[in-house]
């Protein structure tokens, strides 16, 4: 056969399948709207299936409640099976297929490891299966399955066909058309016992409110088209409003949110425009689909598709696509309001599997308090925008939507990673005075930002914060604080889609030293690989990537990802003092080059006639052990040095610090770690170069106390520990701290955490 012939071949077949799935589609719409009872009707529709796909069986199992699938129709299997067969999720293939979400296509399914046979349905004598998921808003409701006795391999087509199906059975299932909604699994958790549910904090924070549920309730009735040219053009219709309304979200997007902000909503316009998902729309309008159906079966494929991937970046992806398919839903069902409605008087924390960052804008902001999910990272849209709005996210919560009903009363702690559903009065009461004694402390911490930070004996010890969104700069006016100690180039990267060219880079770098109106910054290089992936960058996957091509290694390797940064930065302090250091230094040859890369910057600039920075310093990260041993080499060519304990602390004592087992297991204040930061400061001194110490150990009282005592004079510091720190730096005496931490290095325990909370307890120092 010749190619033409091939293709003529093709399309012939193509023709004829979508015939008979035009015509499956339109008996089975048949029996909807007839006469019959539901399980009559169920029947009926299960004979209609097996008869078009040529199966000898075809079954409908639904959830019940306690995670049980039951037989609720079968052709083929025996009616005495009927309501008796029971399987427990993951059990045999159809459990699988449930837990799974995934179809599933057998030519010997006996064969399979997850097979179990049920004697009671006669299905001994089918060899061959294939089942479906019937997955509506979210959940997996059923499963869908035909069976031959013959080996049967079952086609790509046919499994979209079933799919298809079986998402038309969904939405019949959720609306209580055919089976009663109360005889479907209810939602775990009904009891009205307390939970604490764990998680993720994705921004810290405490918000104390009444659970709502998200979840866009969308019933589509229609889904055969009588027209697909009317379907098109509702669809091209529908497209063009989101597009608008997605401009309007757009243009009302306040400048004081940040560009990061702004970028992750144009990114999602973007993918609103993406071709390729509105072709596949498309073509399933032209298998005969009214444009909504078209609209929810793309979306049940992309994500069952992406059901088990565990790149965040590409699910976050697939959740775009999902909030999007709910948004194109509603232009075309006619049912988009202005905002989600609120229950109006009340503090709601909405519970969600994910969200995409335009929905979450949907809702009225000044009743929002809070957002807890059973999906989401830190570099998610939504997280980023909850971030902007100041919103505590708890992420990663196991089955969130099961356990929480709509009106429960939730604590939501995301500062310790926990939230608190229907809590016992005990519990509200003490959250409750927590919340108050925060919103109280916060204010008064406000109040005194102009109090320098000066110890009771006249020592004044710098307080900066560390910062990674422009929303964290406004904090150090409002704090107090004196200047940037560090900021993390990478998070602004993180948040967008394509790397950021040498002149948005400057715009951006210029608006952080606009933010600090003359106090010093800190620009730290990309800190990349690792746990901090960008989405448009080579992702390597490593056994160990923090110890991996990350920071400053992936700098080497590609020089000219660095060289436009530092041109950036350069270009963004023209006429001002710039501060540049480097992340994960462990070589001072490394340094050396990096510097070197810098100057060679400068030079260029200089050459070129552009205004240069007044001053320029450059500066390393002592995070690794390693470096630390070479340090007077590298004070003999670092202008400044800034102790990076997170890091240090994880490569000496050999300890993830992302790993909650052992998060306790080894203290920054044990008199190991002390002694290193004390000859660090040693070194430093008699090289006179400056250092100051940013890991997150500067930000908590007691920690920041040790380090002042030691000889630290600058730290930087989360943006919201500056008012307690700066609280504890004017209560304390240091004289007699000095003394007291001479005799702790003496001391050979794992940690003197508690005699200097001790001391502090004795001294009077606010901790
Ligand atoms: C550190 O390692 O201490 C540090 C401040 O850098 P980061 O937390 O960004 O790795
Ligand atoms: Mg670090």
Redesign the pocket.
């Known amino acids: 056969m010749d190619g033409s012939a091939a293709r003529s071949a093709e399309g012939m077949h193509y023709r004829q399948t979508f015939l008979a799935f035009r015509q499956l589609l339109s008996r089975i719409r048949d029996v909807m709207a007839g006469a019959g009872d539901p399980e009559t009707r169920l029947g009926r529709i299960v004979g209609i299936i097996a008869e078009n796909m040529g199966a000898e069986v075809c079954s409908i199992y639904l959830r019940r409640a306690g995670e049980v699938l039951e037989l609720f129709a079968t052709r083929g299997l025996r009616q005495s099976a009927v309501h008796y067969t029971r399987l427990r999720i993951g059990e045999g293939l159809i459990g699988e297929i449930a837990a799974t979400g995934r179809p599933l296509a057998l030519a010997e399914a006996q064969h399979h490891p997850s097979f179990v046979f049920r004697p009671e349905t006669g299905e001994e004598i089918y060899q061959s299966l294939m089942g479906v998921p019937i997955i509506g808003r979210g959940r997996v409701l059923g499963v869908l399955a035909v069976q031959n006795q013959d080996r049967r391999q079952y086609s790509d087509d046919e499994i979209e066909v079933l799919q298809t199906v079986a998402m038309v059975l969904a939405e019949l299932v959720a609306s209580g058309e055919l089976v009663s909604r109360a005889e479907l699994a209810p939602t775990e958790g009904i009891a009205v016992t307390p939970l604490r549910l764990e998680g993720v904090s994705l921004n810290a924070g405490l918000a104390i409110g009444t659970a709502v549920q998200h979840r866009p309730h969308i019933t589509i009735r229609r889904i055969v088209a009588d027209d697909s040219r009317i379907e098109h053009e509702r669809l091209g219709k529908a497209v063009t409003d989101m597009h608008g309304s997605l401009d309007g979200i757009l243009s009302h997007t306040e400048p004081a949110r940040g560009h990061e902000y702004r970028d992750v909503l144009e990114t999602y316009r973007m993918i609103a425009a993406d071709v390729g998902w509105l072709r596949r729309i498309g073509d399933a309008i032209d298998s005969g689909l009214t444009a909504e159906a078209a609209v929810q079966k793309v979306a049940n494929e992309i994500r069952a598709r992406f059901h088990q991937v565990s790149d965040p970046v590409l699910r976050e992806r697939v959740h775009d696509f999902e909030d999007l398919s709910n948004r194109l839903l509603q232009h075309l069902l006619g049912s988009l309001a202005e905002n989600h409605e609120l229950p109006e008087g009340v503090d709601a924390i909405l519970i969600a599997r994910n969200m995409g960052p335009a929905e979450l804008l949907d809702y009225q902001p000044g009743r929002l308090k809070g957002l807890i999910l059973e999906e989401g990272s830190f570099t998610a849209h939504v997280a980023i925008v909850a971030r902007a709005l100041d919103l505590p996210v708890l992420g990663q919560v196991r089955r969130a939507l099961s356990r929480i009903e709509t009106g429960d009363a939730v604590i939501l702690d995301s500062q310790h990673a926990q939230a608190f559903v229907r809590p016992s009065d005990h519990i509200r009461q003490a959250f409750v005075a927590n919340l108050e004694l925060r919103n109280r402390q916060q204010a008064a911490y406000v109040a005194e930002r102009d109090k320098p930070a000066v110890t009771r004996d006249g020592v004044r010890v710098q307080l900066n914060i560390n910062a990674g969104l422009l929303v964290d700069l406004p904090h150090m006016a409002e704090f107090g604080a004196d200047g940037v100690g560090?900021y993390?180039t990478e998070v602004p990267f993180m948040a967008r889609t394509d790397l950021p060219d040498v002149e948005s880079q400057r715009l951006l770098y210029a608006r952080v030293l606009e933010y600090a109106a003359g106090k010093p910054v800190v620009f730290r290089t990309l800190?990349i690989g690792g746990d901090k992936v960008l989405q448009h960058w080579e992702h390597v996957v490593e056994e160990n990537p923090a110890m991996g091509w990350r920071a400053i290694r992936v700098g080497l390797d590609r020089p000219a990802l660095l060289r436009q940064q530092l041109r950036a930065m350069i270009r963004a302090a023209a006429g001002m003092d710039l501060r540049v250091m480097f992340p994960m230094v462990t070589d001072v040859a490394e340094f050396r080059f990096a510097r070197r890369l810098f100057d060679q910057e400068i030079h260029r600039e200089s050459r070129l006639g552009g205004p240069l920075p007044r001053t320029a310093r450059v500066g390393a990260m002592l995070?690794v052990p390693a470096l630390v041993l070479q340090l007077d080499a590298l004070l003999a060519e670092a202008d400044f040095i800034s102790v990076?304990?997170?890091?240090l602390a994880q490569f000496l004592f050999a300890s993830d610090r992302g790993s909650a087992r052992t998060a306790d297991r080894y203290d920054c204040l044990s008199p190991v770690f002390l002694d290193l930061l004390t000859d660090i400061l040693r070194r430093c001194r008699r090289a006179g170069v400056s250092v100051s110490l940013?890991?997150e150990m500067a930000g908590r009282p007691v920690d920041a106390m040790a380090l002042i005592g030691l000889g630290f004079r600058d730290l930087s510091l989360p943006p919201f520990a500056v008012g307690p720190v700066r609280t504890m730096v004017r209560s304390l005496t240091l004289g007699q701290l000095e003394a007291f931490m001479h005799d702790v290095h003496a001391t050979r325990s794992s940690s003197v955490r508690g005699k200097l909370v001790a001391f502090a307890r004795d001294h009077a120092i606010t901790i």
Do not use: S
């Not at 990076?644 to 890091?647: I, Q």
């Open positions: 560090l993390r800190d995070e990076g304990t997170n890091d940013c890991g």
